[in-house]
């Protein structure tokens, strides 16, 4: 995806973030309606090293937070966004809303998301920049506050799962010295759509297939990024599987391990198959998943 920049022909200011792998077990890193799905209070922390071996290259964290409320039609989450490259940080709050209702076998949940995303770049630290051109902020720092809002909408049962979502509502272009314009227009819309199910061999044997989609709408409905995914599910506690990233010609391994009812940890490596493999080792990433009073039990398994 791309890091923060600008179009040098729209101006349109573009805050992103490297691609996660982890999506695949913590669905609200891509969909506000995801919140409340697992039917406990469910707690994620992630950390991703992007490009290992390039020099100042990503490095995000994240947090996530969701829950359902004494009424089970409404839940609530919290997804917190911290990344450093180069010169420049970037931030996202975002608060979640969901309302579930009861759908034939499954739940439909309907997601909102309110928030921010924040940029911090420091001139300063470049060696050779002449600090007085014009070009540059007088004290060489710049930085953005981007209020933003976003939906979304996913269907999940104990054998399927669909989703599709739109992050952003909100677009910003500069407008000179420093200075942003929030604009909204539906052909700038970035669309991520994921789908999955279960397959059953036998009470200890499982295999999860799953897609993710992100389309954008501008440039012509460019696909960012396409990831089919395939996890094998050994007696409820070992996910081993993959993904091929075909927008990126990018391998990824997962391994998940279930410890005990309430607690998870997961590992993804990426392996670059194309052009970035002469300038990368790959990526990693990590994360920890506890759910406080969970009532998934060995009878109950959850597996979206």
């Known amino acids: 995806m791309d890091l923060s920049g600008q179009n040098s022909e729209s101006k349109r200011i573009i805050l992103g973030y490297p691609v996660y792998s982890q999506y695949i077990h913590n669905g609200l890193m891509i969909n506000p309606a995801y919140a409340g799905s697992r039917e406990a209070l469910s707690a994620s922390l992630s950390y991703r090293m992007q490009w290992i071996g390039i020099e100042n290259a990503p490095q995000l964290f994240s947090f996530s937070l969701h829950t359902p409320m004494k009424n089970d039609r409404v839940a609530i989450g ?67 506050v981007f209020p933003n809002a976003g939906a979304g909408i ?3 049962s104990r054998r399927v799962f669909a989703g599709v979502a739109v992050p952003s509502f909100l677009f910003y272009k500069s407008t000179g010295s420093g200075k942003t314009q929030a604009f909204h227009s539906f052909s700038e819309y970035d669309l991520l759509f994921s789908a999955g199910g279960l397959i059953t061999f036998s009470p200890g044997f499982r295999f999860k297939p799953s897609v993710l989609m992100d389309l954008s709408l501008r440039d012509d409905r460019i696909i960012n990024q396409l990831d089919l995914n395939g996890n094998f599910i050994i007696a409820d506690m070992l996910w081993i599987g993959g993904s091929w990233r075909t927008s990126e010609q990018v391998a990824v391994a997962h391994l998940q391990v279930e410890i005990g009812q309430q607690l998870m940890l997961g590992f993804s490596y990426d392996y670059p198959v194309g052009r970035m493999n002469s300038y990368s080792k790959g990526s990693s990433e990590v994360v920890l998943r506890y759910e406080f009073g969970s009532k998934v039990s060995a009878s109950n398994p959850r597996y979206f």
Do not use: E, W
């Open 154 to 156: 996913y269907y999940f």
């Open 78 to 144: 919290l997804n917190v966004k911290y990344m450093n490259y180069g010169i420049t940080n970037s931030s996202s709050f975002y608060a979640m809303y969901a309302y579930h209702i009861r759908l034939g076998m499954g739940k439909l949940s309907f997601g909102l998301q309110v928030g921010a995303d924040i940029s911090n770049t420091d001139y300063n630290g470049l060696q050779g920049i002449d600090m007085t051109d014009p070009v540059l902020p007088a004290n060489g720092k710049l930085s953005y």
